[in-house]
């Protein structure tokens, strides 16, 4: 039990008396915090790494060599197919508010951002200079190798959306890259996260390369969960029907699907979530 002793004991104690009333309500000035700025910790409250997702064993890659090394060569090519990226670019046109500001994260020569939408600013990052030249929708870039240094150089809360098309399979560091892309996001912006069936195989996660479409998502979804802040992810999927294509039969047909090389067999998957919260629209 705490005992308050006072300094008199030998006169009755009485709490002060309230000092009087102004006739005017005194003026409180409410500071105004900058969201900008890395160091206030409104802007930092949320983002946090909560637990690590993947253990040591899942982020391993059967080729060990530096991704720069990898991706030293341009490749012009699309890793996709036409049904993939018209899905692709209409979940950018419904999600992606004209006049945003984008990070397409992980870019190469094409972004697949709707042609008719004109955004602010689109910013790209990836390994190949020359592929992210070539991009017509990028309005600069950077080069970075995110498996050794996952810090984005770019102001937090700068950034409406960001966007991550088949490439989240070679993150082996994918709960840092996550809290880098909270941080850079404006609250209320949304990180789209989208993938399909192929691969360059020897580059993927243990995670990846084991896992199916569905624990695939799982794992990206475990991803977002994994940061503070995010709100529950969404899922988009979209799988190929087998009515309308035809499937190669024959002894060399299973190859041919498992490369994806016929026409409408990528299924798609993406998975969104937001900032803090989800923004509505009228």
């Not at 309500?25 to 890395?38: C, D, G, K, M, V």
Request: charge should be positive; include cysteine; proline fraction near 8%.
């Amino acid at each position: 039990m705490l005992t308050t002793i006072h300094p008199n004991l030998t006169q009755p104690w009485h709490p002060p008396k309230p000092l009087p009333l102004k006739s005017k309500a005194p003026h409180f000035r409410i500071p105004i915090l900058n969201t900008l700025s890395e160091n206030n910790p409104m802007a930092q409250k949320s983002g946090r790494i909560k637990r690590q997702v993947l253990n040591p064993e899942g982020r391993t890659k059967l080729n060990p060599k530096s991704d720069r090394e990898f991706y030293a060569f341009p490749r012009f090519v699309t890793h996709v197919d036409n049904n993939f990226i018209s899905t692709l670019t209409d979940l950018y046109r419904e999600r992606l508010s004209p006049g945003s500001e984008v990070l397409d994260l992980m870019s190469s020569w094409v972004s697949h951002l709707p042609k008719e939408v004109e955004y602010k600013k689109v910013v790209g990052h990836g390994l190949n200079a020359q592929e992210l030249a070539k991009n017509p929708r990028l309005d600069y870039f950077f080069v970075k190798d995110l498996n050794q240094d996952q810090t984005l150089e770019l102001e937090s809360c700068s950034l409406d959306a960001v966007v991550c098309t088949v490439s989240v399979q070679y993150l082996q560091q994918p709960e840092k890259v996550f809290a880098e892309v909270f941080r850079v996001l404006r609250p209320g912006g949304v990180f789209v996260v989208s993938f399909s069936s192929r691969m360059f195989y020897e580059k993927a996660i243990a995670a990846w390369r084991e896992g199916t479409g569905y624990s695939r998502v799982q794992l990206v979804m475990q991803y977002f969960q994994c940061i503070e802040g995010f709100t529950q992810p969404e899922i988009v999927r979209k799988l190929p029907g087998t009515g309308g294509a035809k499937q190669e039969g024959g002894p060399f047909g299973w190859i041919v699907r498992l490369l994806g090389l016929m026409s409408g067999s990528d299924p798609f998957y993406a998975v969104i979530a937001y900032k803090n919260f989800k923004p509505v629209y009228e």
